[in-house]
């Protein structure tokens, strides 16, 4: 018990009810649980890719490419969706997690088989699948009169009082949690991170766990795709433009280290619950909106600083002092 | 593979390059350059272009544009220009100033610069096209909430983001004329920074912070959708009406679930023809752009430059659920 509350994630929890709490003093209402439940089923989409995420950094690894990767799938979808209306949702969801899935194990193989830093990878599969959008698309877009009645319900139909698309990232975290804290390769994560060379003479392949990791955050930003799109019912070539950063911030705030190696499941979706409490409080609490901006990257640095680690405690040996 | 070869290689792909731009040299090369490319508004105005090259005979129109709506990106994309030698540019910018030094240098080098859409300021351009009128359309978008709202009401302005030109001028004029309606309340100005999702949070914010809110006037095409969209989601439709400047196509689905009972737009395919005819113009020097003159743009008439060297296409046009299925598909 003690140990839990002087954790990193005990600490944000508090951050993070000091904030609803701070917002309810300027917007009454904001802590209500009907709304405490929309921010979430809001921040739904950061939950989930910041998890994918959390598994590519604790293997000292970063993706860029997660935003434009839902794009392009979410793009597919949605055009796919256009042609044949009569596809049902189901196969429509299968093909953008195949597709995120091979769009992960595309960066993965680079970082695998050519050993290219992971940064330079996604940096330029950043660009790629979000040019390929351009391509596929010709540059229109799918607008929602376009889509089935189905492709748009699904994420929105309520099931036990909370929206699909709450429930789907509830059963990614409760995934997460079992993969990450009851699985070798979840282990794995953290032992590659933690120290590479050690990792290889405990037997673990390093490229490997590192190529799961992307497989695993392609897949579900694949997943992301159609719920994105399905959601906010439309699709451009501009979708989740610059939202990667969001990603990492969600995971830098949720003390993920980007050293690799540290973090956990509850830390990044905590992260991610954060910045979705301030994007979501924000427009409401009367800010002038030309200091939004301002204080959503103050809110980053503060909680960050707040996390700062004292003393890195590896899983495995700490590498020697440079 | 030797030094030499390659370089006879090498050259040889060059010639072959150059060759076809020795080609394309007959041609009026005129560069349509959007906010940003993938913008359905844009597109249009890209068909319209080619409509009037298609017109001319001896036009070439090069649609172009940054993949973001970012001054950088524009500012390359007309150092590029420039380093093509192209004959007009036409750009419709996303920062008034950050843009006039690299359209300078163009104008140094012999190019003929106009903007359209949204402006550039004075120093950086021959003329500006404006789609319409700012006032008319400042008077259009409380009109088309005001028109709903016989006995009053609160309404809110979703716009794109807070340094955009022609947004900021438009909500301005809107605020000139909102006398005329004393019992319209102009409750808050919001940025939605033309991306979906955060338009639909902000729009989701002003339904909470105004549960009494009538009507969201967004005067851009991506914040329209998203706003209605929001609304709809929240369950408010017929509550609270979505209107202000958005494309037919897009807002196909809103007109049909009740979330915007009408919007307006300008024909993008007609101010990208405007655009070009007037770009064709200057550059082949038949008319001067100075105060006063008047050019020609094909089948749309005349433009007549004012002080600032600034001319209006046409007035807005409203669609509601009576004209949407005619038009949905043109644009």
């Known amino acids: 018990m003690k140990q839990f509350i002087t954790s990193r994630e005990a600490i944000l929890l508090a951050a993070l009810v000091a904030l609803i709490l701070l917002v309810e003093t300027r917007f009454s209402g904001f802590a209500a649980p009907g709304n405490l439940a929309s921010v979430f089923n809001d921040t739904s989409i950061l939950i989930m890719l910041a998890l994918g995420q959390t598994l590519v950094i604790l293997t000292r690894c970063i993706d860029l490419s ?8 979410g793009m597919v979808t949605a055009m796919i969706n256009a042609a044949m209306p009569g596809v049902p949702v189901v196969a429509l969801i299968s093909i953008a997690v195949a597709l995120g899935l091979l769009m992960g194990a595309f960066n993965g193989l680079l970082v695998w088989k050519l050993d290219i830093p992971p940064i330079v990878v996604t940096l330029g599969t950043l660009t790629i699948y979000r040019g390929i959008i351009f391509v596929v698309s010709g540059g229109a877009w799918v607008n929602s009169h376009e889509m089935s009645a189905a492709y748009k319900a699904f994420p929105r139909a309520e099931f036990l009082t909370l929206p699909v698309l709450s429930w789907i990232a509830l059963a990614v975290i409760a995934g997460f949690a079992i993969l990450v804290n009851r699985t070798a390769l979840g282990r794995a994560f953290f032992a590659v991170g933690g120290n590479p060379s050690a990792a290889v003479y405990t037997g673990i392949d390093v490229g490997r766990t590192r190529f799961m990791a992307f497989v695993i955050a392609g897949g579900l930003a694949g997943l992301c795709g159609y719920l994105w799109v399905s959601r906010y019912a439309v699709a451009y070539t501009d979708v989740a433009g610059g939202f990667e950063l969001d990603i990492v911030a969600a995971c830098v705030i949720g003390g993920i ?38 204080i959503s990257g103050a809110a980053i640095i503060i909680a960050v600083a707040f996390n700062r680690r004292k003393d890195p405690g590896r899983v495995i040996l700490k590498e020697p002092a440079q | 593979m030797s030094i030499t070869r390659r370089i006879a290689i090498a050259t040889g792909v060059a010639a ?36 009037a090259a298609e017109e001319l005979g001896n036009a070439e129109i090069i649609y172009t544009g940054p993949t973001s709506t970012t001054a950088e990106g524009q500012i390359e994309v007309i150092n590029s220009l420039v380093a093509q030698r192209v004959d007009a540019i036409a750009i419709s910018a996303n920062d008034p100033d950050a843009v006039v030094p690299a359209l300078q240098k163009a ?46 009401g609160k309404v809110a302005v979703l716009s794109a983001t807070s340094t955009s030109t022609n947004q900021n001028t438009w909500i301005a004029e809107m605020e000139k004329v909102m006398d005329q309606y004393p019992d319209i309340e102009l409750v808050a100005t919001v940025y939605g920074d033309d991306l979906a999702d955060k338009s639909y949070r902000e729009t989701q914010g002003l339904l909470q912070s105004y549960p009494d809110l009538d009507a969201i006037i967004a005067p851009t095409s991506v914040g329209i959708v998203a706003a209605a969209q929001a609304v709809q989601d929240a369950g408010k439709t017929g509550e609270v009406n979505v209107t202000g400047l958005g494309l037919p196509s897009e807002m196909a689905g809103a007109i049909e679930s009740g979330a915007s009972q009408s919007f307006a737009i300008w024909n993008p395919v007609d101010l990208g023809y405007a655009t070009a005819m007037l770009a064709y113009n200057l550059a082949t020097d038949e008319a001067k752009a100075e105060p006063g003159a008047e050019i020609g743009m094909g089948r749309m008439g005349t433009a007549t430059l004012d002080d600032d060297n600034q001319a209006a296409m046409s007035e807005p046009f409203t669609y509601d659920a009576s004209n949407i299925d005619e038009f949905k598909s043109v644009f």
């Open chain 1, 257 to 294: 280290s980007i050293a690799g190696g540290l973090g956990s499941v509850t830390g990044a979706v905590l992260g991610a619950l954060f910045l979705g409490t301030i994007k979501n409080a924000l427009p409401v609490a009367g800010i002038s909106p030309f200091w939004q901006m301002a």
């Open chain 2, 16 to 51: 072959a390059l150059m060759g076809t731009t020795a080609m394309a040299q007959d041609n009026v090369r005129i560069a349509l350059v959007a906010k940003s490319l993938g913008n359905g508004f844009f597109e249009a105005a890209a068909r319209g272009a080619e409509e």
């Open chain 2, 107 to 152: 104008m140094q080098r012999g190019i003929t610069v106009i903007s359209w859409d949204s402006g550039v300021a004075p120093e950086g351009r021959e003329m500006h096209l404006a789609p319409s009128s700012d006032e008319l359309i400042g008077q259009t978008i409380i009109k088309l909430a005001a028109d709903k709202l016989p006995d009053g």
């Open chain 1, 66 to 73: 997660q935003a434009s990767n839902l794009a392009l799938t």
